[in-house]
């Protein structure tokens, strides 16, 4: 993948004449700050390992020129046990395909773990490139009463060494004046040995040239990790973490949503007023207004979901959640590793699936890419928040939290438990057990996070929703809008079936009750009929095989045609229109307990299967996700709307 200074896409080819620099480096070393920071690209930066799986590749701007940077994938080690340091040792060793070896490394070890890092140092060194270390947290080490001779530190090691302190951006003007003179790098006069224990002599011989004093133990970090790393307290704190951060979701995005409905709102009827064309109109009012809109009406949620997981990334607390989740991992056959892939998948399955490449056993991959959909992504949201708000009044309350947020709460905690389950049951029934791989996780020092790595982590997330709102979805509610409009019904045959034409919600009800969705939706009735679903709900759980945004889309565009003044008051009054049901209300208890227990299973993405294609090499494994999840869907939905209904009844 090529980029410039304002975005990353996958490597391809690159320029055999220009000059490549590759960042090697531990996760949390500081890495993808000290990337971003010299080649303005905005890649994701995070506190857990396994955060930089994909290979970047950037434009740095020096005193000679350009050079390109590539941001390797973290690791500990240059002897692979994962897919993803597999990756960068292919790459120093030049094995990677249509990619040649770099030019020059940049090592970046952090100053706080130094000892720790040294042993990745010799390695790299080892590998006979032109280098230059860039040592991060410089003031965390004097912080904590550390020391380090910048000067003596290089002179040990042989090689060019700049202080940099990533997220604050200092430094970097001395590592690229370094850049300027990168051809002029030279090899360590002697290699580091390779012999383990020849390796670490030569590491506190360093150390000890350079007055290295390892920085005291972070006393703030020490005190909170005695309680969130509690086996009880800990996970007492995590859960009520959870509930709090669901109650924010919907506490403090509610009236930023309903400004944003007003304004749709608004767009919509200037449409109405302004266009005369009956086909304009509704193309521009329901397909785009009503769908597309009714979409981004919870973009609110969407920034505050991802706000809020940066924030959590940032100051350090996600090593700790997969920490105490290690656990329960464990008792499903996986370690906490997993965790972190699942955690991923909470903004999307898709690099939840990717990230599994972090984890040592293919067994483990296949088991956790198989669960991965399960954990409820940011697509599910705005399908939960349309109907957990037809279900819950926001002013039903049960003592201190509100019931909305309580179910949003149980519907996040049924997906992670229903994906260690699925793992659990991959691992035994598809003959995928093994032995466990010990999980090593280092815990990263509290830190207030950087404001613009945060704003970075939720805009990229907030973007990624944004492009498949204006392009899958736009596509989607157009096609919709096609089949709920068409075929044509002239004035004369509606009037002999009896609808008054002169009114404009009486034809809207009726196009679309006549129409070829409502073809398509009665033709799956008989799959769908026990769940409580009508027509209308069909077309929209067909339409999110695509996206399960568009859902809402459907609803939307249905809801305004019908009542384009008011269309959520028009989802709560809609009934069957025919069959035994006909003139009960749609949206009961039960069905909507239905509704959000088959989108809390069905595999609704058609990117997720086409990523579980590409990292399992086969068709085989989609197919079987999608089966299974879609069968455990409709079990799961009809058991909840039975319960349901017996409760309520």
Known sequence: MTAGCHGAVEQGGIAAEEFRIALVGSPNSGKSSVFNG?????????????????????????????????????????????????????????????????????????????????????????????????????????????????DAFAQALGVPVVPVIGHRGQGLEQLR?????????TLPPLAPPTEQGERDAWAESVLSFAGYRAPEQHRVTRRIDAVLLHPLWGTVVFFAVMVLFFQTVFTLAAPLQGSVEALFGQLSGLVRDHVGNRWLSGLLGDALIGGVGGVLVFVPQILLLFLLLALFE???????????????????????????????????????????????????????????????????????????????????????????????????????????VAAWAFKKIGDLRGPVVPFYMEMPPYRLPAPRAVLIAMGSSARAFLRKCTTVIVATSIGLWLLLNLPLHSGAQ?????????????????????????????????????LGFDWRINVGVLSAQSARETFVATLGQVAAAEDPVQPKRALRAMTYPDGPRAGQPVFTAPTVAALLVYFSYALQCMATVAVMRRETGSWKWPAIAFTYLTAVAWLMAYAARTVTAVLGG
């Open 177 to 185: 004046e370094r850049l300027t003179g990168r051809r002029t790098w």
């Open 314 to 420: 940032g100051v350090g607390y996600m090593s700790r959640a997969a920490f105490l989740m290690d656990r329960v991992m464990a008792r499903a056959g996986l370690e906490g590793r997993a965790f972190v892939a699942l955690l991923s998948s909470f903004a999307c399955a898709v690099p939840g699936i990717m990230a599994t490449r972090t984890l040592p056993s293919a067994k483990d991959r296949l088991a956790t890419m198989m669960a991965a959909p399960l954990v409820t992504c940011s697509a599910r949201l705005p399908v939960y928040v349309l109907l957990i708000g037809l279900l819950v009044d926001p002013a039903d309350h049960v003592g201190p939290f509100g019931a909305q947020g309580l179910i949003m709460f149980g519907l996040y905690l049924l997906g992670a438990v229903s994906a260690m």
């Open 38 to 150: 010299l080649t303005g690209l905005n890649t994701k930066t995070g506190n857990y390992p396994g955060v930089t799986v994909s290979r970047f590749v950037g434009t740095c701007r020096t005193g000679d020129g350009t050079c390109l940077v590539e941001d390797l994938p973290g690791t500990y080690s240059l002897t692979p046990v994962s897919p993803d340091e597999q990756v960068t040792v292919d790459v120093l060793d030049g094995r990677t395909e249509h990619t040649a070896r770099p030019d020059a490394l940049l090592v970046v070890v952090d100053a706080t773990t130094l000892r720790r890092s040294l042993g990745l140092v010799a390695q790299v060194l080892g590998r006979g490139l032109p280098a230059c270390v860039v040592v991060t947290f410089m003031d965390e080490l004097a912080r904590r009463q550390g020391h380090l001779d910048i």
């Open 494 to 530: 509606m009037r002999a079936d009896g609808v008054d034409t002169s009114r404009h919600a009486a034809v809207a009800a009726y196009t679309v009750d006549h129409s070829y969705a409502a073809d398509l939706g009665r033709l799956v009735g008989p799959v769908f009929d026990p």
